[in-house]
Nanobody, 116 residues
Framework: QVQLVESGGGLVQAGGSLRLSCAASGRTVNSRDIGWFRQAPGKEREFVARINWISGTTYRDSVKGRFTISRDNAKNTFYLQMNSLKPEDTAVYYC??????????WGQGTQVTVSS
């Protein structure tokens, strides 16, 4: 089993930055695809970014050039660096790990609020 714990969320003004972290425990996620999703109030959960062993990094169009996903295998941790934040980025952000489109493990979520 893998447990994922997010941290780094908070309140930031538009244009600001946050870095989300996702610490994995139980088993390593180094050989798995890792990703970030988000869910805004009243909306469905949506894909944000992923690292796939075959296709590399992928981002949803609205965050390209502003968000960066990365991983530190030595720490069994992965990150989402978010720059130039916009109010529409406000959501609960979830980290996940799995293979392909089969996202097996999920964190509990961390709130990101961007004020205008």
């Amino acid at each position: 089993q893998v447990q994922l714990v997010e941290s780094g969320g908070g309140l930031v003004q538009a244009g600001g930055s946050l870095r989300l972290s996702c610490a994995a425990s139980g088993r390593t996620v180094n050989s798995r695809d890792i990703g970030w999703f988000r869910q805004a109030p009243g909306k469905e959960r949506e894909f944000v970014a992923r690292i796939n062993w075959i296709s590399g990094t992928t981002y949803r169009d609205s965050v390209k050039g502003r968000f960066t996903i990365s991983r530190d295998n030595a720490k069994n941790t992965f990150y989402l660096q978010m720059n130039s934040l916009k109010p529409e980025d406000t959501a609960v952000y979830y980290c996940t790990a799995g293979n392909g489109d089969n996202w097996t493990y999920w964190g509990q979520g961390t709130q990101v609020t961007v004020s205008s």
